[in-house]
């Protein structure tokens, strides 16, 4: 058997396996191996010109606990224009906690969402992202959840005690559990990642100790934000 024909088996062996898979061309590596030309090199992997991008993108997805992914930030207002740069701030240098709390509709899990992706691309690992709501029905049989939100290196925690509760506010359980992971974490110096429907005032009012805990990793309240009520603070869209 020649070289250029155990490269050419090589190739097939892989590019080919038995079994097959949805895409004809990788069998669903996302990859393939190509013969290289020069000599003194076997083989090169290329991402598969069918399905690669797609699975680059899932790969992204999974690193990133399927946290949503948005487009760019538009600050058309002052108060935009500031918490875009305070979180463009703390995405450059991450440390403790990024709060930012107030009517829905603002932005708030956009700029979360522009943080968490910043860092993950600047190779960081052990990234974590939990809506609070599934997050607390979750956690209330499964204690194995909140050990993982209290150790893993960055916590996206999206809508933070946002009600689940028929009186509006959230549950004494909830408030403990919270308690117990922003504790954990801001004792442990991890970065962690908050958009939540109270600003730092009324989550100050509802549960004092974690407003503590939160302003005093947060950079002595510098990364403790809050958007301005109002309709015509809401999102809309550039005409």
Not at 89 to 108: L, N, S
Request: net charge positive.
């Amino acid at each position: 058997m020649t070289w250029d024909e155990m490269k050419q088996n090589q190739v097939r062996a892989y590019n080919h396996p038995a079994g097959g898979s949805p895409c004809n061309m990788c069998h669903g590596k996302g990859w393939m191996l190509l013969p290289w030309e020069e000599e003194r090199f076997y083989h090169v992997m290329m991402p598969c010109p069918v399905c690669g991008d797609k699975r680059q993108q899932d790969d992204i997805a999974r690193r990133a606990g399927n946290a949503p992914r948005y487009g760019d930030y538009i600050d058309l207002t002052d108060w935009q224009r500031e918490l875009h740069r305070k979180a463009g701030t703390f995405a450059q240098h991450p440390a403790g906690v990024f709060y930012i709390g107030g009517q829905t509709a603002t932005g708030k899990s956009h700029l979360c969402s522009k943080i968490y992706y910043h860092i993950m691309a600047n190779g960081s690992t052990g990234l974590n992202y939990e809506p609070w709501k599934s997050f607390a029905r979750r956690s209330s049989k499964d204690w194995q959840l909140i050990e993982t939100a209290k150790g893993c290196n960055i916590l996206w925690i999206d809508g933070f005690l946002d009600a689940i509760s028929r009186r509006g506010t959230p549950t004494a359980a909830e408030l403990d559990r919270a308690l117990e992971i922003i504790d954990a974490r801001c004792s442990a110096g991890k970065i962690t990642i908050i958009s939540s429907c109270w600003t730092p005032e009324r989550l100050d009012d509802i549960a004092p100790q974690i407003a503590s805990r939160v302003e005093q990793a947060s950079g002595d309240g510098r990364y403790f934000l809050a958007v301005p009520d109002g309709r015509e603070n809401r999102w809309k869209r550039p005409a």
